[in-house]
């Protein structure tokens, strides 16, 4: 078999983990639109007291390196504080799935960008922060400027 | 991996007949000289035999004459060769206008815009939501300086069939020279030239079980157009190079092999996955035109999902379809054809074409819509998306 | 008609070899897919590794890197993509100048004569009485305005051979670029790039046992070049149209199958055949150069007689050979070639070309010195020249 993805994105790409809209999310995040071809929603529940994240889901409108990241960063974030999973990068998505391919880093990325909006949404309900950028087709097009090259890649 | 992989991406490339390859052996083993002159060898005079024959085949199946046909490497080629030929031979004429659909495949678009930048005027013209273009924004665009139209006869991607006539009597009536793209419908779908008055159509063998690297174009008989490829004095000292005579031979067997038994049986494995797929699955759209429609084609848009998250689920059980999704492509662009009849991103994203050749069966049609009923509820059930937003 | 024609025209075309096909099946059959991106289904994943598997052949019979390497349609096609493509990436800095050897065969002759025509300004390099281009010559033509120099490795007629290192080093050091056509010498010589600065080189596979309709075109990484064929994104945005993937299975298998001792064989035969005629029949002369020359090729002028005449006698005794006479080609015009090297429109009309390959014998060379023998004697038993003249 000669597929472009890791045994490890195929698995979640398969059989993805924490999937489906979540009832009274305490944090939600909507990453990308249909437009772009990437779109990642991220709920959270959170513990008030520790900042823990309890619980966390998402659904996924993308290819294979979208729905195996979303699936991924689940289970990366899942028992973190918001400020520990606020650290994860798309690089250590990547790491945990066995690589992706260069010119698909950018569905990791909005993968990230997904649970760092849904955190941030918590922070705002919660009045820990008020700086926000809604995510348009135009401030995507703006973060995958630098990680899509078309015929290279990266 | 598979038993067998059900290949329903024959708009793509499709699998050589076996027979093709038979009546190709003998140009490769036996008279595999290069064609000479009259006044060469008996073995060069016997390939040339070879190829003239396979001409007549082409020229026949378009209605046309054998000297106007010129073999190529395939359709882009064909296409280059019309466009750029016809516009440099019109330099100074009538030159500086060319127009084309918005549905034209790259071989054609790109050869529209690239000259575009180099200082040609170029109008696109529209579509309907089917595909099917708007003759009268053709009409319209058509002015004393306008050189070459070149609209394709069938879509590569949706399946939309021109009314190729009526837009060839416009040509003709405000004498303008028209080029035809005919990739997908030659064989599938009639086209006469001695009853339809286009000038240039480009073929390719590839598409109907014939061998990769061959295509020709059929030039009409007094048509203005240079040579593109330099060199030796080769068809009709239009395109220089060796003839590939086994590529002629094999691509002449590939159109005598096609039958119209076979385009009726190509019709209703179509038409099965498209009645069984509106009606089994529900959020489905069919892109294209449901009546004036290739009999290979069928393409349809499954809603809230990515067409490269359904594709590889279907690779990973046998089946290879195509999809007008960004993430499919090389260049990671979403289907401008889709997008051209209007359809949104999130329409091109979610569409699938499903190309049927000679080797596909009903059952692999009733395969892959069992398949796809699966794999396309699974998807939904974790997508954002929904018939509710 | 004969039991067996030998065949010495290998350098026009050649007999392709079993195994080539052999090797090829699997893409006509197996794995037809187009080549997809990475994300495509698995088939076209797999067509793709055979693409680039037989790239990485071609690169490194050549010396280069994979991705230097460039698929056609032949040498024709690639040595107008080579010089066009170049003169149109340096449009409006070099511009105007191009250098090309009086001896090119027709894909560069005739690409400079259009040039020429539509304004570039080119030179003609002479050669000496061998066909051995006159360096110095060179040397004086580059100018600040030279975009681009294309000089053959080895000639397609009279077999001579270039100092490919010399016109390289001369190139580099005036710093203008430098195609050449190695249509012959492939596998034949070598031509190392990481040694040698060429920066594209023509190459092809029909001449060595390969399929018909495939050539590649060598790129330095960095050269300045334009896309050629305009359409889709294919081979690195530089050649658009379906890639041939059978046809660069059976180019990368042909480069395989040579080896050095079939490369001494053809050597042998070409020596028996230039000794043996030299030897035996009177008034002989050897075109091109007697020591630096291509392992397969023997060019002789047979005075007093035409070309036409010998070669079909030979042809009636089961022998293909080819010849300058024009009255053998299809232009009617005698060979440039012979012409080039000085020699007289006699020279040319009575000249016989024998191109060996690997389906050839020692016996073949002695079977057609004998005929030949019979045939010279005959025609100038008839013939109004002479030695006497
Ligand atoms: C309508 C149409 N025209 C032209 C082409 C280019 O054909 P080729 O790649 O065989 O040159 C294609 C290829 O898919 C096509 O679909
Ligand atoms: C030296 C040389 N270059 C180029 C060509 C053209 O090759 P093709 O006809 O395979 O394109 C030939 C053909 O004989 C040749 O001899
Ligand atoms: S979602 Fe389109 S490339 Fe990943
Ligand atoms: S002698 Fe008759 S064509 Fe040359």
Sequence with gaps: MTFPYSKEVLEHFRNPHNVGKMDDPDGKGLEGSAACGDMVAVYLKVNPDTLIIEDISFESYGCASNIATASIITELAKGKTLEDAKKITWKEAAEALGGLPPVKAHCSVLAVEGLRSAIRDYEEKHGMVVEDEPTDEEVVRRRLKHVMNPIKGL | ?389
């Design chain 2, 1 to 389: 991996m598979f038993d067998k992989t059900v290949y329903l991406d024959n708009a793509a490339s499709t699998r050589l007949d076996e027979r093709v390859l038979e009546a190709m052996k003998p140009y490769f083993f036996d008279t595999y000289a290069v064609a000479t002159s009259e006044f060469g060898y008996s073995m060069g005079i016997e390939s040339k035999e070879g190829l003239e024959r396979s001409r007549k085949v082409i020229a026949s199946a378009l209605g046309g004459d054998a000297n106007e046909i010129v073999f190529t490497s395939g359709s882009t080629e064909s296409s280059n060769m019309a466009i750029k030929g016809v516009l440099s031979a019109l330099k100074g004429k009538k030159d500086d206008h060319l127009i084309v659909s918005r549905l034209e495949d790259f071989d054609v678009l790109n050869t529209a815009k690239m000259l575009e930048k180099q200082g040609y005027k170029v109008d696109f013209i529209d579509v309907d939501s089917e595909g099917v273009l708007d003759l009268e924004m053709l009409k319209a665009a058509i002015t004393p300086q306008t050189a070459l139209v070149s609209i394709q006869y069938a879509n590569q991607e949706i399946g939309t069939v021109q009314d190729i006539k009526a837009i060839a009597d416009i040509c003709k009536e405000k004498e303008v020279l028209l080029h035809t793209d005919a990739t997908h419908s030659f064989t599938r779908l009639p086209l006469d030239v001695s009853q339809i008055p286009v000038d240039l159509v480009t073929v390719s063998a590839h598409t109907i079980h014939g061998p990769r690297g061959v295509g020709a174009l059929y030039i009409r008989e007094g048509t203005p157009i240079n040579k593109w490829m330099d060199g030796g004095f080769q068809e009709f000292d239009l395109r220089a190079g060796i003839e590939n005579i086994p590529g002629a031979v094999g691509f002449a067997t590939a159109v005598e092999l096609v039958t119209p038994e076979e385009n009726e049986q190509l019709k209703a494995m179509r038409d099965r996955i498209i009645e069984r797929v509106q009606s089994e699955i529900s959020h489905v759209t069919l892109n294209g035109s449901a009546t004036s429609r290739l009999p290979q084609n069928a393409n349809l848009t499954f809603h809230y999902v990515e067409g490269e998250s359904i594709t590889l689920h279907l690779d990973m059980m046998g089946f290879a379809v195509s999809t007008g999704s960004a993430c499919f492509s090389r260049s990671l662009e979403a289907s401008h054809v889709i997008l051209g009849i209007g359809g949104d991103h999130e329409r091109a994203h979610g569409s699938l074409r499903f190309s049927f050749g000679r080797f596909n069966t009903m059952e692999d049609a009733d395969a892959i819509i069992d398949a796809l009923k699966e794999v396309v509820e699974n998807l939904r059930a974790i997508s954002p998306l929904s018939a509710d937003d």
